[in-house]
Each structure stands twice: as C-alpha cells, then as structure tokens.
T-cell receptor, first 118, second 113 residues
Framework: GAVVSQHPSRVICKSGTSVKIECRSL??????MFWYRQFPKQSLMLMAT?????????EQGVEKDKFLINHASLTLSTLTVTSAHPEDSSFYIC??????????????FGNGTRLTVT | LAKTTQPISMDSYEGQEVNITCSHN???????ITWYQQFPSQGPRFIIQ???TKVTNEVASLFIPADRKSSTLSLPRVSLSDTAVYYC??????????????FGTGTRLQVTL
C-alpha cells in the first residue's frame, strides 16, 4: 500500500532556531500533501495544504511566515518551523493522497514528528 | 466541509464486538466516509472507507444507511491492541484536485481484559 515517510521522528531545538521536517511519498506521486499539528490529548488540526510547484494554502490562523512549506517535487514536501518557540512544541504529521485524488484513494499519513522547543 | 460527531470515549472487553457511530448530517453527494485509527505518538492509520451500504475488509466493517447521515465502524472481537483513538472523516475524493480532510474529536476506545 501507499507509504508516507516523515523525518525526523523527533527533534529538540533551542528557542529561536529553525527546524525542517520532511515528508516523502515513497511509492506514489503526490501533487498535494497536507500538514497537521496535534497537541496532547487533542485531535489533528489541519495547518496547510502543500501543492507541488505552487504556493501552499494555509488554514485560518496559521502563520505562513512561521510555517514555511515547500513542495518542490512530486514526492517531497517540507515544513520549516522558523524561529521556533516553546509554544510551537507539538506533534506534526503530514499526509498525502495516493493517486492525488484521482479515484478512490484515501489519505495516508506519516508517522509524525515530535518537536520540542526548549 | 461536513462536520462529524462521535462519542468521546468507549470502553470494551477483549473479545467483544465494538461499534462506533459517527454522525455527519451535512454530508455532500460526492463525499466519502473514511475511518482512521491512531495510536499515541503515531500518525493515523487507514482502516476502511465507503460511500454507501456496507463495506468489509480484513479488519473492520463499515455500515452506512441510505441517507448517509451517519456511519458505524464495527470492529469484531477487539483485543487489547485495538486500544486507540478512532476518527471518522468525511470528504470528497472524486474531484479534480485532492480535497482536504478535517478531523473531528475522535473516539478513544479502551479495551480491557
């Protein structure tokens, strides 16, 4: 089945630094990927839609200059948390739809990245 | 986007059948219903997906009534390892561009001996 790989699985960084998270579709091409954030004991919250070759679409309340998304190829999207602060500490999860929505293709999720900002 | 409503939590004993119902009163004609399972510190895992009537795979069944305003995920003979959060999502699939999916609160299933 479709596999989405996310790296790193966990990262600890100091306040003020930037962190990049990679999301790869391993066995299919994905022109669209989605980035979610999840706080402890809460549901996943959609942050943005990553579009290959064009700008990402951000959900209301998500700062596009804070969370930079780059989708340079059909198999890779990156999320960069810039000037991270402790309140950015969270579980970040990416997903992609196999076949990019053309047909009966469910979303497949990466295993998430635990970001801790100290 | 269709909003979903699920019970916050459910408890079950090992070996029992568990049915989790999700309400989605505003589901659109081209919306599909998808269920995911999530363990702590992991990404959601696809369980089953359907449009109407009944769908069955090796791990679960999905029942969807004719009006499609609700759906029920059925897990036969649960085990301790089925303890997880289960999410019901509704969204269009047969569209020209991939559609985003919004997660509801999910149902936290606790299975005990």
């Amino acid at each position: 089945g479709a596999v989405v790989s996310q790296h790193p699985s966990r990262v600890i960084c100091k306040s003020g630094t930037s962190v990049k998270i990679e999301c790869r579709s391993l066995d299919f091409q994905a022109t669209t990927m989605f980035w979610y954030r999840q706080f402890p004991k809460q549901s996943l919250m959609l942050m943005a839609t990553s579009n290959e070759g064009s700008k990402a679409t951000y959900e209301q309340g998500v700062e596009k200059d804070k969370f930079l998304i780059n989708h340079a190829s059909l198999t890779l999207s990156t999320l960069t948390v810039t000037s991270a602060h402790p309140e950015d500490s969270s579980f970040y999860i990416c997903s992609a739809r196999g076949g990019d929505g053309q047909g009966f293709s469910p979303l497949h999720f990466g295993n998430g990245t635990r970001l801790t900002v100290t | 986007l269709a909003k979903t409503t699920q019970p916050i939590s459910m408890d079950s004993y090992e070996g029992q059948e568990v049915n989790i119902t999700c309400s989605h009163n505003n589901i659109a004609t081209n919306d599909y219903i998808t269920w995911y399972q999530q363990f702590p510190s992991q990404g959601p895992r696809f369980i089953i997906q359907g449009y109407k009537t009944k769908v069955t795979n090796e791990v679960a069944s999905l029942f969807i009534p004719a009006d499609r305003k609700s759906s029920t995920l059925s897990l036969p003979r649960v085990s301790l390892s089925d303890t997880a959060v289960y999410y019901c999502l509704v969204g269009a699939i047969f569209t020209g561009t991939a559609s985003k999916l919004t997660f509801g609160t999910g149902t936290r299933l606790q299975v005990t001996l």
